[in-house]
Structure formats: C-alpha cells, structure tokens
C-alpha cells in the first residue's frame, strides 16, 4: 500500500473505531453487558458487527483508557465496576445521559450543581482575569439578545456557567465545566420553555456583577440562590408539562 492510500485509509479506520466505541459504550450503560460481565471473543464481535479487527481493537483501547473495561490476556475483555470508569470523561457522560432515567439524571445534575457550583463561583470571584470577565460578559449578552430563541438563549447561558468554572483557573473545576455543555444542555432545554426568563436573566447579571467586583461570599449566596431557583424551575416545567398531558383528550 503506498504512504498516499496509508493516508487515505487511517481516517477510516479512525472514524470506525469512534463509532464502535458509541456502540459499545451506549451497550455497556444499557445494561447490555453488566457489571464483570466477559464481553463476547473479538473474533465474534467482528463478525457480528461486521467490522475489521484493527478497528474493533482502537475501539476496545478507548474503553479500556476511560475505565470501563479490562482486558487479560487468556480470559478476556471484561467490563468493570462503575465506580472505576471515567465519568469526567465527555463521552462516557455523553452515553449516561442518552440512556438514563431522566428523573434520576435530573436529580443527580442537580446534586452536582449544589456541590461545585457556588465554590466555582466563590473563587472565580477570587481569580478571575480581565478576559475572564470578557467572556462572562460576552455570554451574559448573548443571553440577553437571544429573545425568544431558545436554542441561542441555552448555548449562551451554558457559555456563561462554563466561563464561570474556567475563570477559577483550577484545572479540576475545568474539568466539570467541559462538562456542562452535555450534562446540562437538557437541564437548560427544560427550563428554557418556562416563563421565568426574566428573574433569571436579572440573577445571572447579579452573579456576574459579583464575580466583577470580587466579593466572593456574595458570589457564593448568588449563586446558591441560582441553583435553587433552577430546581424549582425544573420542578415547576415538569408539573405544567404533566398535568396537560393528563388533561389532553386520550
């Protein structure tokens, strides 16, 4: 094979192993395979899913690279406990949020919020630089000029928390910002419909006018106050959403 077709080809490859590695891992987080389970031969899974040995193996070192499975020589690939996988990791909360129980996920999301989202605050009112303070800004307006589109007011009110989380300048908060833009883009979806735009508009400038002028506490209680207020929110949507459904003609 000459270096041109080499060239040509490796993309391919590496494209097939991503999509592997969805499968696999949307099969794992189903349930498909559980916990310590062996997963079937590579020579079966190829055959099954109809693809190469050299894609089904860079599919298998992705998964073993994020946790989720461990493989021995002469007893195989195994898939292992929860607790060892990456969950900081985009595509194994990609795959948790596409089959879990949206009553769970919700709940969940919103224990993480509580835990990260006033000290992400707190300290970002602490460190955070000139141009940290551009891009809260920047995201604060693009929320106020999106109206009433709703795909452009959630790109900028998640633009808003995640330069909050990156204006710590903590690489571990970091970490859980990147993440917020899947983890709580269907948060954001829901709430995004309810009428309470306008109090939530005026508590994000108050955060951010916060985090400007460094009082770190204040930043903290705004914040608080947010998160409260989004659960409610939430909560609130939900109902609406359920008691219609219920009175709709069957």
Known sequence: MK???IADFQPMIRKTHL?????LGLAIMRGDFKEGELLPSEAKLCETLAVSRTSM??????LVAKGI????SKVGTRVRKAENWNHLDVDVLRWQVAVADSEIYLRKMFQLRYATEPAAASIAAQYATPEDHIAIGEAFDAMQTAGKDLEKWIEADLRF???????????????????????????FKITASGAHRPRALAEHRALMEAIFAGTSEAARELSLKMVSNATDDVLSVRRSASSKLQREPT
């Open 3 to 5: 270096l041109s077709q």
């Open 57 to 62: 193996r860079e599919a298998m070192r992705g």
């Open 19 to 23: 999509q592997l590695g969805d499968q």
């Open 161 to 187: 928390h995640k330069a909050i989380y990156l204006a710590t300048h903590n690489e571990f908060f970091w970490s859980i910002g990147q993440l917020f833009n899947i983890a709580l883009k269907e948060m």
């Open 69 to 72: 499975l461990e493989s021995k």
